[in-house]
């Protein structure tokens, strides 16, 4: 069965320091979405991407997060200068068509910023 | 701001027996509605969705129910097993206009099946 893979499944940086987060979201899916999970908390979405553009974004997706989708496979998730409190799980999710359906998620990436 | 969240953080229910987890809307413009399951480590799992056309919906073990009146949904699990232990969220959006924007995740339920 397809599904949404990302890597690395830990990573650690330390402060001001520059992350990209990578994701391959299921192949024949038209959807991207990045979401985070702070320790304990809900998920928060924080961007969703369609036609190689950004369709719509949280208050969380400041200046300091970008997305791209590179290759037409990967999707990924650039923080420019991280802070502390961007410690948290990054989950990336697609979607196959319009109007509804669900999201499948990626196991996720652990950010840990020092 | 509009939210959706979860009346319980901690449901503790006996193997075998049924359970149900409730979650409360405030978006009246919500009308598509999904319960995830997320495990330790994992990210979240689909379990099932439900339209707002719609009140009932059944899976293999779960019902959702959605009253649009109240603006309330809820996730049975029938004759639960050590498996289902996990925290379950519900989420919603509105799928006005195509339907891109993200979900909105409620803050989750601790399902804890007693052996």
């Known amino acids: 069965e397809p599904e949404v893979t990302q890597t690395p499944s830990h990573q650690v940086t330390q402060m001001g320091q520059e992350v990209i987060l990578r994701c391959v979201p299921i192949s024949n899916h038209l959807y991207f979405y990045w979401y985070r999970q702070i320790l304990g908390q809900k998920v928060e979405f924080l961007v969703s991407f369609y036609n190689n553009e950004i369709s719509e974004k949280s208050e969380i997706f400041d200046d300091q997060f970008s997305v791209e989708r590179p290759d037409g496979s990967n999707f990924t998730l650039k923080i420019r200068s991280t802070k502390l409190e961007d410690s948290a799980m990054y989950f990336c999710?697609?979607?196959?068509?319009?109007?509804?359906?669900?999201?499948?998620f990626g196991p996720g990436t652990r950010l840990t910023v020092t | 701001g509009e939210s959706v969240g979860l009346h319980l953080p901690t449901l503790s229910v006996q193997e075998g027996d049924n359970s149900i987890i409730n979650c409360a809307y405030s978006?009246?413009?919500?009308?598509?509605f999904i319960w995830y399951k997320q495990e330790s480590g994992k990210g979240p799992q689909f379990i099932i969705d439900i339209r707002s056309n719609m009140d009932k919906r059944q899976g293999q073990r779960v019902t959702v129910l959605l009253n649009k009146t109240v603006k309330h949904l809820s996730l049975q699990i029938a004759a639960t097993q050590p498996g289902d232990s996990a925290v379950y969220f519900c989420a919603e959006k509105s799928l006005e206009g195509g339907g891109a924007d993200g979900l909105t995740f409620g803050k989750g339920t601790h399902l804890i099946i007693q052996p």
């Open positions: 978006n009246s413009a919500s009308d598509y």
């Open positions: 999710a697609s979607r196959p068509r319009r109007g509804g359906g669900e999201q499948y």
